[in-house]
């Protein structure tokens, strides 16, 4: 039986190869955890979102945001946010950021429409680690999409 040699340049372009599809796995692992579809159900953040809005919300992990954000908090107020609702954790809420508390790592969170909200008036602050992310993306419906952030005024129908 013959022997098969693997030359430097071979071996060089396998680890290549096993870095590259390592990186791949790892940024679907990345994207899987830190990227979500949001839907608005109810009439808490309008006029700036309505029903039927989508969202794309986004949270770097933390390495990352260390390194983008340096010691500024990545979350700010005015900001749209996702976040697990306290009493009902299945639940996503979609509010504004009325404050951030560093050292308690919580963060207050507001709807717009302060009568149809369900917000922290109510439940209090959020633990950060409920926060799914920053909504950055309006991708529907047809007419209403964008960048965010949106101002609480915000109105194109």
């Known amino acids: 039986m013959a022997v098969r ?3 430097p340049t071979q071996k060089k372009a396998r680890a290549t190869l096993s870095a590259v599809i390592a990186i791949l796995i790892g940024s679907g692992m990345w994207l899987a955890r830190s990227v979500h579809r949001v839907n608005i159900e109810g009439g808490s953040m309008a ?5 039927g809005d989508r969202l794309l919300v986004i949270k770097p992990p933390q390495l990352l945001r260390s390194r983008l954000f340096g010691k500024e908090p990545w979350l700010k107020s ?5 976040v697990r609702d306290p009493r009902h954790p299945a639940r996503i809420l979609v509010k504004r950021v009325a404050s951030v508390d560093r050292k308690g790592r919580t963060l207050e969170v507001l709807g717009d429409a302060g009568q149809a909200s369900t917000d922290s008036r109510t439940f209090g602050p959020v633990p ?3 926060v799914l992310g920053r909504a950055v993306y309006r991708y529907a419906p047809d007419g209403r999409t964008g960048r965010g952030p949106w101002a609480a005024e915000y109105d194109r129908r």
């Open 5 to 7: 040699h693997i030359t």
């Open 47 to 51: 006029p700036a979102l309505l029903p």
């Open 78 to 82: 005015g900001e749209v946010v996702a």
């Open 128 to 130: 950060l680690s409920s």
